[in-house]
């Protein structure tokens, strides 16, 4: 396996998993296609999986440079093991690092801010095909504080108030947590705010990496 390609699809079966775990199985069903990447296949959702980590992040988070010097306890050794021969980390050992295959996901990521500016962009302009409605999923390699999820909720509303075509859902997937906003009920002039977390455990994380390791 340590030969083995990198492809997006790790992360867009990764978000089906998370939800349809968490928000009901009927997610589980998303057809892993492309503009957006998630489609449900009457069409009454689609949803764009993305990620999002800080320009500053350096490098070092990448797994495989600092494995020969780590002390891994036994209870870790086999998380540590299996991201080793998958070339994945995510979801394992808490998100702290990187596997040699996925780092190229996150090397080409833009912070928060930036890149909801562009699918916001894109879906105001029709780019992802015609759908009752639509969803952002980002992956956050960094957390957030409720405080920052609110207000990202509400930069995203307001990027796309006068929009024909917007998203109707953002979900902000952290290692630990899900954080479903509902875009249609954020007002800024009236505070309204509709966000639910959702936890995710470690045994749940690793229920996700493994099912996400397996192709469709």
């Not at 996150?106 to 095909?129: D, M, N, T």
């Amino acid at each position: 396996m340590a030969n083995r390609k990198f492809d997006t699809n790790f992360f867009e079966r990764y978000a089906r998993i998370t939800l349809a775990s968490l928000l009901g199985c009927e997610y589980g069903h998303m057809l892993n296609e492309d503009r957006p990447d998630l489609q449900m296949a009457d069409r009454s959702l689609g949803i764009e999986v993305t990620r999002a980590m800080q320009e500053s992040k350096d490098a070092a988070n990448s797994l495989l440079k600092e494995m020969a010097g780590l002390e891994v306890s036994e209870n870790d050794r086999e998380e540590m093991g299996r991201i080793l021969s998958s070339g994945y980390g995510y979801g394992l050992q808490e998100g702290r690092y990187i596997g040699h295959i996925e780092y190229d996901y996150w090397a080409l990521a833009l912070p928060l801010r930036r890149i909801i500016a562009s699918k916001v962009e894109k879906v105001g302009a029709g780019f992802y095909g015609d759908f009752d409605e639509y969803g952002l999923y980002i992956f956050c390699r960094d957390n957030l504080s409720e405080d920052e999820v609110m207000l990202t909720m509400e930069y995203t509303s307001e990027l796309q108030r006068n929009l024909d075509m917007k998203y109707s859902t953002l979900y902000l997937s952290l290692v630990d947590r899900l954080y479903v906003c509902d875009l249609k009920g954020v007002d800024r002039a009236f505070k309204k705010t509709i966000c639910t977390s959702y936890g995710i455990s470690r045994r749940m994380c690793r229920e996700f990496f493994t099912e996400a390791l397996e192709a469709d």
